[in-house]
């Protein structure tokens, strides 16, 4: 039986996008949210559904899914703490594939990572904490395009 929280008809996440087994690479971009679940949602489903919603799930059947490796492009929530002296608030720690997002674009990766998760029915409050972008990705970025030394 569903608990209170997935009534209103939210997905399950947990087993898809909760890999507390996962071992984060050099080239993933790490998020730290600061998640408040809706009363009945566990922490974990929690942050499941904000990788999932901000990386590869949707609420529907695509008919593109067969024919592409969820596990190279979803969001993996691999750690969740409680907050100290806060109440049914916890850090939801997520790993995104640097193969989701395109090459130097601050608008897709913000746009991917917070784009869509903040009005999500399984969460009462959603608040991105920190962000880590590895050097792989800051790479991709092309820079001033007359130089550094034209922008000063």
């Known amino acids: 039986k569903a608990s209170v929280g997935f009534k209103a008809g939210v997905k399950e996440y947990k087993l898809t996008y909760y890999t507390p087994e996962y071992e984060t690479k050099d080239t993933d971009i790490l998020a730290a949210f600061r998640v408040t ?3 009945g949602v566990p922490p974990e489903e929690a942050g ?3 990788a999932a919603e901000s ?3 949707t609420w529907t ?3 593109t899914d067969g024919l592409t490796s969820l596990d190279r492009y979803k969001g993996r929530c691999y750690h969740i703490d409680p907050v100290p002296g ?3 608030q916890y850090i939801a720690y997520v790993a995104y594939p640097l193969d989701l997002f395109e090459e130097g674009s601050v608008t897709n990766m913000f746009t991917s990572i917070v784009g869509n998760v903040f009005g999500f029915k ?3 409050a959603l608040r991105l904490e920190d962000l880590r972008i590895p050097t792989a990705y800051i790479k991709t970025f092309q820079g001033p395009p007359h130089g550094i030394q034209v922008e000063r």
């Open 37 to 39: 679940p809706q009363p």
């Open 48 to 50: 499941a559904a904000v």
């Open 55 to 57: 990386s590869t799930g």
């Open 61 to 63: 059947t695509v008919w």
């Open 86 to 88: 806060e109440e049914d």
């Open 122 to 124: 399984a969460l009462r």
